[in-house]
């Protein structure tokens, strides 16, 4: 009697190894690779000066959660406030204007008021702020 073995198999190629590799990579090019878009030059973002002083005169314009708008204490519509803003500064081209936003106001519209005093000539626009934690 005969006893045939079977023919060997071929061992399957393992895919493991494969994944294994194919992360390692992965992993790497996510170390060294910047995910964030990069400016052509270089960019120093700006710093905020907290404890400091208010810098002294200007224009100080409120701005209210609702987006209500006080120029020196006096409440007015947005036309009013620019107005009295653009005779200020066309009297004196050195007039600082200080907006006091209360935290809540929308920040879309407040910034177009500084594009506008700045367009307007103001020499210095300048964003109240409240710090985070106490002031050391």
Do not use: C, W, Y
Not at 11 to 16: F, H, L, V
Not at 56 to 74: E, K
Not at 86 to 110: F, K, Q, Y
């Amino acid at each position: 009697m005969r006893i045939t073995r079977p023919a060997p198999r071929t061992q399957p190629e393992t895919i493991i190894a494969l994944i294994d590799v194919v992360f390692f990579l992965l992993v790497f090019f996510m170390l060294i690779g910047r995910m964030d878009a990069t400016a052509p030059f270089d960019v120093t973002p700006p710093t905020a000066t907290t404890g400091a002083d208010m810098p002294a005169g200007g224009i100080t314009l409120s701005v209210g959660a609702d987006g209500v708008l006080a120029l020196d204490g006096v409440e007015l519509s947005q036309q009013d406030a620019q107005g009295k803003v653009l005779a200020r500064i066309s009297n004196n081209p050195e007039t600082r204007v200080r907006i006091n936003a209360h935290r809540d106001a929308i920040l879309r519209d407040i910034l177009p008021l500084i594009a506008r005093f700045e367009a307007m000539g103001a020499r210095e626009v300048v964003l109240v702020v409240t710090p985070l934690g106490p002031i050391r």
